[in-house]
């Protein structure tokens, strides 16, 4: 199972300080990840990082990185980290579970000014691929360079988007983005629900999407009863280094100047953090206010607990004893700010 994470900031920020700096940073989670579902595994498939250039607004689309090696080991990621600021960033690790291992296949993709990622996987995938295939545009079915569940999914996404609005557009109200999202995630899970033969195994559905001034992600399981890939959250004023190796997000006062989005914290303050709800989809605007909306079907769960979110903390022995602070969310409306 991958590993994901976003940022997005008033101001930029140095890649370094949120991919190889912090102790549990994305690229040490992909050597040593505490969340995964299948646990003890590593994340050694490749990784990918894409961020917009706040210095050059006419050039449309993000800057995208990828490699096929591990990412621990990539010194050109660590010289690039140590130069590059942004104020909206993707960063993702691959284990694969579907596609070869090649540059095709690794996170994230982009299309016009939209970068998509994707955590988990499309539960009997080669059986659906098809039907999904088939009722994509034409445009749509040309898109995907490589052959995994996640990139297909990107696909739909842009199709369902294609439905609403221009998906090359620069800019995409925050409500349409989150409106094409939903309706993504159903239409894969009715694709494996209706599906001749399919087996018990659920599909898992973190899948995050950007046009550049808007973040749209989910926490998805087609599962009442099994837990959903790990997704968190932590905002406030700055995100800052305490000592080398270990990060802490302060919050001078109420305003979300700066939002991560992540599969497993990269600090070790339970009170930086907020553990997203399985069968989520949260939202974070231009303006930086982080709205959250339950994707209500069959599978919802309304008081559904994880049974995995201090492991990891444990296990090193840091802090992870102090209850979570209070995050500024807002449930289940909408907000005039696109």
């Not at 490699?67 to 694969?96: E, G, Q, Y």
């Not at 629900?193 to 998805?220: H, I, Q």
């Not at 190796?245 to 497993?264: Q, V």
Request: glycine share 4%.
């Amino acid at each position: 199972m991958c590993r994901l994470l976003v940022v997005k900031a008033e101001e930029p920020i140095k890649l370094a300080n949120l991919l190889t700096k912090p102790a549990h940073s994305i690229i040490n989670q992909a050597s040593d990840s505490r969340l995964r579902l299948d646990a003890g595994s590593i994340n050694a498939d490749g990784f990918g990082v894409g961020w917009y250039d706040h210095q050059d607004e006419s050039t449309q689309g993000p800057c995208i990185f990828r490699s096929i090696t591990p990412a621990w080991s990539n010194l050109n990621l660590h010289r690039l980290a140590d130069k590059i600021r942004s104020p909206l960033v993707f960063a993702h690790v691959r284990a694969s579970t579907t596609g070869a291992l090649s540059e095709e296949n690794t996170h994230p993709w982009s299309y016009g000014n939209l970068i998509w990622m994707h955590n988990g996987c499309i539960a009997d995938f080669h059986k659906i691929k098809r039907r999904l295939q088939n009722d994509l545009s034409d445009e749509m079915f040309s898109v995907p360079q490589g052959n995994t569940d996640s990139e297909w999914s990107f696909a739909c996404f842009l199709d369902q988007l294609s439905r609403l609005t221009d998906p090359r557009a620069k800019t995409i109200p925050h409500s349409t983005l989150r409106q094409a999202m939903l309706a993504t995630v159903a239409k894969l899970r009715d694709y494996t629900l209706e599906c001749d033969g399919a087996s018990f195994e659920p599909s898992l559905m973190n899948f995050c999407v950007s046009d550049g001034t808007s973040v749209v992600a989910t926490r998805y399981i087609t599962s009442a009863t099994e837990e959903a890939a790990s997704l968190f959250f932590s905002t406030g004023s700055t995100f800052a280094e305490t000592e080398p190796g270990m990060f802490k997000m302060y919050k001078a006062d109420k305003r979300e100047r700066i939002i991560l989005i992540a599969s497993e914290p990269l600090t070790f303050e339970r009170a930086d953090w907020t553990e997203v709800p399985s069968q989520s989809c949260i939202v974070v605007t231009p303006k930086n206010n982080l709205l959250r909306y339950p994707i209500v079907d069959q599978f919802f769960q309304p008081n559904a607990v994880s049974n995995r979110a201090d492991h990891f903390a444990k296990a090193k022995g840091y802090r992870w004893a102090a209850p979570p602070t209070s995050h500024h969310v807002t449930v289940g409306h909408d907000l005039d700010d696109h």
